[in-house]
């Protein structure tokens, strides 16, 4: 079909055309493998993409008051990373049905960092938010609070690490980041004792299930 986008198998190197999908999945009629993104070329890309954003934000001096660039920043940055990625990584696998599960550390790594993520952006766009607002309100006061949310809990050791309005946007992120990495490591510790708890709990009622079944046969 024209105006079809056409990809290569990473398996067998055969063109498989991109048809209108929700989800990243397609069978290749050549080998009938499962293509799908690879997550290794997601991964490398973010990586460089935050780091490309990084450089862009050092090289136009932003500052803490011009947050919200840095997304459409870091979008850009991540576009330009992956078209650099895929020149050494394939942005395609094979899905492999009998792939082993992965292991203790790769899923907690995952959960970690996908909070860290999380909470980075999430205290960027309210910090920028109630900064603002304080702003608009005339209360220098209230923008210092509102900035102080930054800066918890390194702010409390390390002067350096407090954000205040003369500081570079660049070295918001990163404080930013240092802060938000001590927040996802507690919160990763809580998720998995929570996670152990339940999933004890679900293991006991099983049990007690099952014996309650074999007492009934009897």
């Known amino acids: 079909m024209p105006g079809l986008r056409i990809i290569r198998c990473p398996g067998c190197g055969g063109g498989i055309e991109l048809l209108p999908s929700k989800v990243f999945r397609y069978g290749c009629p050549h080998c009938q493998g499962i293509v799908i993104l690879s997550r290794r070329h997601l991964l490398v890309s973010y990586v460089l993409g935050f780091i490309l954003s990084l450089i862009v934000t050092k090289l136009l001096q932003l500052s ?29 696998e094979l899905y492999k049905y009998d792939a082993p599960p992965p ?8 959960v970690f960092l996908g909070i860290w993520l999380a909470i980075v952006v ?30 918890v809990p390194l702010g409390f050791v390390n002067p350096e690490f407090v954000v205040r309005p003369d500081k570079s946007l660049m070295e918001v992120i ?5 802060n938000g990495y001590f927040w996802a490591l507690g919160l990763t510790l809580i998720f998995k004792f929570v996670h152990s708890r339940m999933r004890r709990s679900r293991v006991t009622e099983l049990a007690i299930s099952g014996s309650s079944v074999g007492e009934d046969d009897d």
């Open 64 to 92: 803490a008051a011009a947050a919200p660039l840095w997304i459409p920043i870091f979008v850009l940055s991540f576009v330009a990373a992956a078209q650099l990625a895929a020149l050494v990584i394939s942005p395609y």
């Open 174 to 178: 990163g404080i930013v980041s240092a």
């Open 103 to 110: 292991g203790l550390i790769a899923r907690n790594l995952g």
């Open 122 to 151: 999430s205290i960027m766009t309210y910090g920028y938010v109630l900064g603002w607002l304080a702003y608009l309100n005339g209360s220098h006061r209230d923008l210092v609070e509102s900035m102080d949310l930054w800066s």
